[in-house]
């Protein structure tokens, strides 16, 4: 499995405990934080300007959807992954070829989704 340390995260997550387990295990795999959002507006505009290598987007910010986030991502050209309890079912299919984590999920299975995201 490749490392992922040193990499720069952005986390855009509305459940505060679930971001901090998140946070958490990022930290233990070696990775920097650069902000952890929990609203739509703020992630937006923190994805289009932060100094990221990767995203973990929740799919749902308390009603709104995360995906005008990830188009920002896309357009430059900054892997993601989505984080969601809905599975596969809740993306649009212009975003149906990226990686879905599902809640809950360990360690192993962020660093293992994190790893096949900076690898495509």
Known sequence: MRNISGLKVL??????????MIE???????????????????????A?????????????LAGELSFSIAEILRNRQIPFVFSTGYGMDGLPDEFGSHLVIGKPFSSGEL????????ER
């Open 111 to 118: 660093q293992e989704i994190i790893a096949g995201a900076i």
């Open 24 to 46: 958490d295990m990022l930290q233990d795999l070696g990775c920097e934080i650069i902000a952890s959002i929990s609203r739509l507006a703020d992630a937006r505009a923190i």
């Open 11 to 20: 986390i855009v997550e509305d459940e505060a405990l679930v971001a901090l």
């Open 48 to 60: 289009a300007k932060a100094d990221i290598d990767l995203a973990v987007l929740d799919v749902n």
